[in-house]
């Protein structure tokens, strides 16, 4: 506690002195890595062993089992983290914004005492990086296969897997591209396993001759849900492609013409990048798969079950990539006689259904998209295999990292340094609950503006552009089957959400809520429009 103040006066006083003293920060993030997607959650997906990397990790750190995103999506939540402020503070509340580079940022702040700063992966927040020393970064979403790379310099294409690549070019810096004598910050973000799920091909064969346990509410039918739950277009039955997500003869030849007859650049475009090479061992896979789904010619909830498998098996691979990279960066540390004075964090940029309620994708407040995984190892600190049940939020993040290396947290920050439970602590001011805004509509998925509040039982939602509105008690009704709004028994516990959530509305300054321009079509949705052809 005390070399921790005097690090702190020390660096404030004169920021130059920054020392090796102070803690390294490898942060390892992933894209749409749901927390039941890793094993030591001891979510429904642990029996199929997807992460023994990252379980290990947890071994030696501290895992946050109520981690939140303010805004399930996946610039927003980048934006959140660098900033230590909501979405509607920091400029960028759907994909589609540009964040403002010219803003307080974490990684500018760990710049200016001494600290190395490198980012490597996916950025997505489209304007260039700025405060890192080093910076390689997929443009927009990156592709799976020899993706481009940006640099300060511009665009060079390597040939791989991006999950290999992003975790060659973290290990090449920590090696050989550092001031060794100064401390740092390494941002490693890995594309998968973002939606289009596809794997190495050293991965192909994982779970193939097994199958993957379904989810409890894979046909839910969300009759207790407010309506934007049956209107979405998130459904792996009605939405998810035969042959852009789940490579359904996709043969050398194919030519991007997507299923619905329409030519889609980008929606192919991942396909369009592998090598010849990489093609054929990718369709000697594939091939024989796709001639027995023909011949069993499935249909309805048997299809919905064969479709799920491949989702979950491919997700699940690019989960195993993720997972080989933290393992390499662990061992890195350890050769490089890092790893006392690291800290090394896991984390992604939201949750996600991995057919969850018959869906995929995220953007929801329900648990699924809403958690985040989060696990902290720092030694000396944390207690190895220990647990915080805690509220904590991607909001926390920049402030923990300014503590632990011993910056004053700047005062328009929202979220609350996580040091205090890194050490153990139950400070008695912590958050009793959480405020969570998204934005992203009308677009891809069809998820319609909400905002909401949960405390350690109670979540309320509201679709304000409808004023519709759901209450569950997860204690009771952990997967959120029953919206209780209606409930008499829980007026008393509904208003003082209602009253909550206005609280924190005001405390974070939101005042987007209903000022936004509407939706111009908002009336009129889109249902089956967009439906796939499930033919065979
Ligand atoms: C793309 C995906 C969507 C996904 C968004 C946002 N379609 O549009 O499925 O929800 O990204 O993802 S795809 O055709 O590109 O696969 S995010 O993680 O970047 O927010
Ligand atoms: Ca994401």
């Avoid at 195993?320 to 896991?346: A, H």
């Avoid at 009793?432 to 350690?456: A, C, F, K, L, W």
Wanted: charge should be positive; glycine fraction near 6%.
């Amino acid at each position: 506690m005390r070399s921790h103040t005097l690090a702190l006066l020390l660096a404030t006083c004169f920021p130059l002195l920054a020392s090796a003293k102070q803690p390294n920060i490898v942060f390892i993030f992933s894209d749409d890595h749901a927390p039941h997607a890793i094993g030591a959650y001891d979510g429904w997906l642990k029996s199929a062993n997807p992460t023994p990397n990252i379980d290990k990790l947890a071994s030696q750190g501290m895992l946050f089992r109520n981690s939140f995103c303010t805004n399930s999506i996946c610039g927003p939540s980048r934006a959140v983290i660098i900033t230590g402020k909501h979405s509607h503070k920091n400029g960028f509340m759907n994909n589609g914004n540009n964040f403002d580079g010219s803003q307080q940022t974490f990684p500018k702040l760990l710049q200016k005492i001494g600290y190395q700063t490198a980012m490597f992966g996916k950025w997505h927040l489209k304007s260039q990086p700025q405060g890192f020393d080093k910076w390689m970064v997929l443009p927009g979403q990156g592709l799976y296969y020899n993706p481009d790379l940006l640099t300060k310099d511009g665009k060079t294409q390597i040939e791989g897997h991006c999950t290999d690549i992003v975790t060659n070019l973290a290990v090449d810096w920590l090696k050989k591209g550092r001031d060794q004598e100064k401390p740092f910050l390494l941002m490693c973000q890995h594309k998968a396993p973002h939606r289009n799920w596809m794997p190495a091909l050293r991965h192909l064969h994982l779970w193939a001759d097994e199958d993957i346990p379904e989810p409890a509410t894979l046909f839910d039918d969300w009759k207790d849900n407010a309506s934007p739950a049956r209107w979405q277009e998130l459904e792996i039955d009605g939405h998810m492609d035969l042959t852009f997500d789940l490579f359904y003869n996709l043969t050398p030849q194919f030519k991007g013409l997507s299923r619905q007859g329409k030519f889609d650049k980008s929606a192919w475009r991942n396909m369009f990048r592998m090598t010849p090479t990489q093609l054929t061992a990718w369709r000697a896979h594939y091939a024989p798969l796709d001639a027995a789904l023909k011949k069993a010619n499935l249909k309805g909830k048997d299809l919905v079950r064969w479709k799920y498998q491949r989702y979950a098996k491919n997700y699940l691979r690019c989960v195993r990539g993720v997972d080989e990279s933290v393992g390499t960066l662990m061992r890195t540390l350890q050769e490089m006689g890092l790893n006392d004075n690291t800290i090394v964090v896991y984390s992604s940029d939201q949750g996600f259904y991995v057919g969850d309620h018959g869906w995929f994708d995220k953007r929801w407040m329900y648990e699924e998209s809403l958690l985040m995984p989060l696990i902290i190892k720092w030694p000396g600190v944390t207690k190895p295999g220990s647990t915080n049940t805690q509220l904590v939020q991607n909001l926390d993040y920049a402030e923990t990292f300014l503590e632990a290396a011993g910056v004053a947290i700047p005062k328009d920050m929202q979220g609350q340094s996580l040091v205090p439970l890194l050490k153990g602590g139950k400070p008695k001011e912590w958050r009793d609950s959480i405020y969570y805004h998204y934005y992203e509509y009308p677009s891809v998925h069809q998820v319609p503006r909400h905002n909401g509040v949960r405390t350690d039982r109670y979540k309320l939602i509201h679709f304000y552009e409808f004023d519709e509105w759901e209450f569950y008690d997860l204690q009771e009704d952990p997967d959120e089957l029953q919206n209780l709004y209606q409930d008499e028994k829980y007026t008393s516990q509904i208003s003082e959400l209602k009253n909550r959530l206005e609280g924190l509305r005001k405390k974070y300054e939101d005042d987007t809520v209903g000022s936004l321009k509407p939706a111009p079509w908002r009336k009129k949705h889109r249902t089956k429009q967009f439906r796939v052809l499930n033919d065979l």
